[in-house]
Structure formats: C-alpha cells, structure tokens
C-alpha cells in the first residue's frame, strides 16, 4: 500500500526567505509524485509533478522539488517566498498500478512581511 | 481551462436527512472523483468513476453513495446524514488512468447538524 507524509503540519515564514516543505512517501512500485496547492476559499490546483525523467521539477511560479528514490522523498522548495505564496501544500502519490491518488495530511505555508 | 463546478459551496443539513452534492465537469472528463478534506487528516478518497454507470469505492466509503449517470455529472449521496459527515466535500475530475492532473471544484462545506 502507498502512503504519503508531511510532517510539518504548519510553517511560517518572513517574505524573501527560503523555505521547504518535506514529503515522504512509501510504495512497493514505482511512483508518480505531485505537489498541489489550495489557496484560501479555493480549490486545489496541481503545482509540479514527476513521472520520469529528471527528478529536479519545477513550476512557473519559483517552486521546485527533487524527487530522491533512496530517500523516498519528494521535498518542496523555493528560494524566496511571497505573501502570495500563503497557501496549504498538499503532497499526493500514485503509480501505474493502482487507480487512485493518495494525499498527504498538508503543510500550511503562512508567510509575514 | 477545465472547469468543475459543485453546486453548492456552502450546505447545512439536518441529522437523518438525505443529501445530494453535485458534480459537473464541461471537459469530457472520462474520470471523477469524490474527495472530503478535513483537518489534519488531509484529503480522503471516498468513490471515484472511471466511466458513465460505473463507481469504485475510495478508502472511506461507508455512508455515502454515487451516481455516474451521464459523463460529465458525478453526485455524491449521503443516505442519512450524521454529524460526523461534517466537512468539506471535494470533487475533482482527469483524462487517463494515471491521474496525472486533478482538476478541482472549489468544494462544498457541509455542516451536519
């Protein structure tokens, strides 16, 4: 069975610095990773994602993860956050095998100035 | 853009009661999902559809129901509403069986009462 880990529930930060929010995940097979993204009275909006290829990601907004099969990890970054980029961060696994795509418990990323 | 709209944003219902919450998703969208979104528990699949008339159950499946009678229209049903069914409903729709990118409605808040 897959599983998905964010340990930090909330993590704030001052505007301009860098931050990272960590997701673990468990499988038997080869995974699929995504990072979605749900700000205040919204929906949630796929933010990066690895299938194959290269493990460094990025997205169009300064977000990045790295996916570390050794590690089972999948680790979201950016090196200046924004008030804008107050948000929850939801890590989601899935693979070829399986029909559904499982969610971490979510980060809730709150930035001050 | 993909757009999937719930019919309801906000819901309050009586304990007992049947409830209907609505999907629609206009991108011929072969697959729906039903997610609920609760704190510190992250998002938890509860039926899913991969086609008209066809449903699968989630991992919390036990006190609701599906209806897939068009493609574009998923219905979640609570037969008896209870008090724990409180919480915020998500639907979310893609192409392909990999789940390579959810889109989201902007979710149902049900308050159970």
């Known amino acids: 069975a897959q599983s998905v880990t964010q340990l930090d529930s909330q993590v704030p930060v001052f505007e301009e610095a860098p931050v990272e929010l960590r997701c673990n995940y468990s499988s038997s097979v080869s995974v699929y990773l995504f990072w979605y993204v749900q700000y205040p009275n919204q929906g949630l909006q796929l933010l990066l994602k690895?299938?194959?290829?290269?493990?460094l990601v990025e997205s169009i907004n300064g977000f990045e993860a790295e996916f570390n099969k050794s590690q089972t990890s999948f680790h979201l970054r950016k090196p200046s956050v924004h008030i804008s980029d107050t948000a929850e961060y939801f890590c989601?696994?899935?693979?070829?095998?399986?029909?559904?795509?499982?969610f971490g418990t979510g980060t809730r990323l709150q930035v001050f100035p | 853009d993909v757009k999937v709209t719930q019919s309801s944003r906000y819901l309050v219902k009586r304990t007992g009661e049947k409830v209907f919450l609505e999907c629609v998703q206009d991108?011929?969208?072969?697959?729906m999902f039903w997610y609920r979104q609760d704190p510190g528990l992250g998002l938890r699949l509860i039926y899913f559809s991969y086609d008209v008339k066809m449903k699968e159950k989630g991992d919390i499946p036990e006190g609701y129901s599906v209806s897939r009678e068009k493609k574009e229209r998923f219905s979640l049903i609570l037969e008896s509403a209870s008090t724990n069914q409180t919480s915020m409903y998500l639907c979310?729709?893609?192409?392909?069986?990999?789940?390579?990118?959810?889109?989201f409605g902007s979710g149902t808040q049900l308050s159970v009462l």
């Open positions: 979310a729709s893609t192409v392909g069986r990999n789940n390579e990118k959810l889109f």
């Open positions: 991108m011929d969208h072969e697959n």
């Open positions: 989601a696994v899935s693979n070829y095998n399986t029909d559904k795509l499982i």
């Open positions: 690895y299938l194959s290829g290269s493990t």
